[in-house]
């Protein structure tokens, strides 16, 4: 992010500098969106059903969890009035431990899940990166920006398909 703020300034700079239009207009510049690329590429597809896949596994374990804590708590109440003190102490001291368990495996499943597509998304980032400085040393542009700090670029700066193909190509 850094970098491309750098570029901004940079270019900022040249203009403010007393550049002149036709000097400006010799810069070649481009535009990727990384979210279209999660979106319609192989790999990132391919992530994204793997990410669905891991929330559904761990979203089935932690409602098991919980319905075994309603069945834990509803046999709690219909069976208090015939349990001594004592056993019931010792069962809503149960069901307290549990529930702890199940926020806690709750909290540590977020926490995996959440490294998880960190990781997956950095790799894909990283190999997008890679491939977004190839097109721009083989297409001699000077800048090539995320669309996500850009509020405008026409379609011709757009390099997003020409990445989606390269990627697609490297994961068949």
Do not use: P, W
């Amino acid at each position: 992010m850094r970098k491309i703020s750098g570029m901004i300034l940079a270019l900022c700079a040249a203009v403010c500098l007393g550049e002149t239009g036709a000097q400006a207009a010799e810069l070649k510049i481009g535009a990727v969106d990384f979210q279209r690329i999660i979106k319609n590429s192989t790999e990132g597809n391919r992530i994204e059903s793997e990410l669905k896949a891991e929330g559904e596994r761990i979203r089935a374990e932690l409602e098991k969890e919980k319905k075994e804590l309603e069945e834990l708590q509803a046999k709690l109440e219909r069976e208090a009035v015939v349990m001594s003190r004592e056993v019931k102490e010792e069962k809503e001291i149960e069901f307290r431990v549990k529930l702890r368990s199940l926020q806690e495996n709750d909290r540590q499943h977020r926490a995996e899940f959440t490294k998880l597509r960190n990781e997956k998304l950095q790799g894909l980032q990283n190999e997008v990166l890679e491939i977004v400085t190839d097109l721009g040393k083989k297409g001699n542009y000077d800048v090539i920006l995320s669309e996500i700090s850009v509020l405008y670029a026409s379609s011709a700066v757009d390099l997003t398909d020409a990445v989606i193909k390269t990627l697609n190509a490297r994961h068949k």
